[in-house]
Structures are given as C-alpha cells and as structure tokens.
C-alpha cells in the first residue's frame, strides 16, 4: 500500500507544479486565440489546459516505472472480480485512481468542441487514450499491469465526468438532437 502512495504523490507533485502555470497559460492562449479571432477563445483556452493540466499528472503516474507485477489482463472484469479479496483501501485507490484519470479530459472536452458534445465520442477518446496508455505500460516493460479493465474505468470516468459538465456543453447542441 506504500508504494500505491508514493506514486499518488507524483500526481500531487505534477499539480502543484502546473496549477501555478495553468492561469498565466489560459491567458496567454486566450489572448492569442482573440487577436487571431477565434471563437470563444476563452471557454476553449479553459478547456484546453484544464485537460492538460488534469490528465497529464495521472498519465505521468501511469507511465512511472514500478517493481510490481508485470503481466496484461485481458477479461474484462477479471481483475475487478479479483478486488473483492483487497482491502477497501486497495479498491479505493484502484477503482477512484482509474476512474479520475481521463475525468478532465471527459469533463472539457464537450465544453471545447462543438464536435465532441457527445458522450459517447467523449467515451471513444477516452477509450482509445487508455487503450494507448495500457500498450505503452506494457511495451516500455514499465513493471506495471496492464488490463481492459483499467480502459474500461478510464473510459467509464471520462464518460461520468462529461455527463456532470452537460449542462455547459448540451445548450450548444441543436434542439431535439440531444437524447433526454
């Protein structure tokens, strides 16, 4: 359970170097996105580095090379079949950890793009993100494990958190094509 931790710092230590960086990025970008007369330059600019500064210290800590158990899971739900043995701190962090990863992503990415106000692209991004995240944990040989069911949280997180930001994104969506 230590190690679990000390990874989770990583994450910390990933945001607390890049939330004081996030404002003078979003002005920045939002500054140049006006004068090259973008629309919502600023809505977009949030977003952008909302995603980057929200997804990029989890993928950090996915990345980070660990002494565990190497291997690849590859029945769906058979490692979180497995959890029910773990201590309730171990599910915690595997299932919570999994489902925040692609949460910003999931969260802002409607709020950006027009083309992206759907959870179910939202959901295929996330997807295929993780999926790419789970190859390189593998083939760089990183001592993790890799498992379709981390894509299958992942993809479940980013999908759960574009439903809390709909209320932004589904007002730009014509009438009667967003299902109630």
């Known amino acids: ?16 170097f890049a939330l004081p960086l996030a ?5 920045l ?23 980057v500064v929200g997804t990029a210290p989890w993928v950090w ?3 980070t090379p660990s002494g565990g158990e190497a291997g690849v899971g590859l029945v769906p739900f ?12 171990t599910v915690l962090v595997q299932v919570g950890g999994n489902l925040l ?23 295929a991004i996330a997807a295929a993100f993780s999926v ?6 593998y083939a760089l040989r990183l001592g993790r494990f890799s498992s379709v069911d981390d894509v299958i949280l992942n993809t479940a ?6 439903l809390v930001t709909r209320r932004w994104w589904a007002r730009r969506v014509p009438a009667r094509t967003v299902p109630r």
């Open 29 to 51: 970008l939002s500054r140049r996105r006006t004068r090259a007369g973008h629309p919502a330059p600023l809505r977009t600019s949030i977003a952008d580095v909302g995603i």
């Open 132 to 137: 790419t995240v789970e190859v390189l944990q």
């Open 101 to 123: 990863v692609f949460a910003a992503l999931g969260a802002l990415l409607p709020v950006r793009s027009e083309r992206m106000s759907s959870t179910a692209r939202v959901a």
């Open 78 to 89: 058979g490692d979180l079949a497995e959890l029910h043995k773990a201590p309730w701190e």
């Open 23 to 27: 404002l003078p990025a979003i002005l």
């Open 157 to 162: 997180g980013a999908a759960l958190a574009s």
């Open 1 to 16: 359970m230590a190690r679990t931790w000390e990874l989770w710092g990583n994450v910390v230590i990933a945001g607390t």
């Open 61 to 63: 800590m996915i990345l």
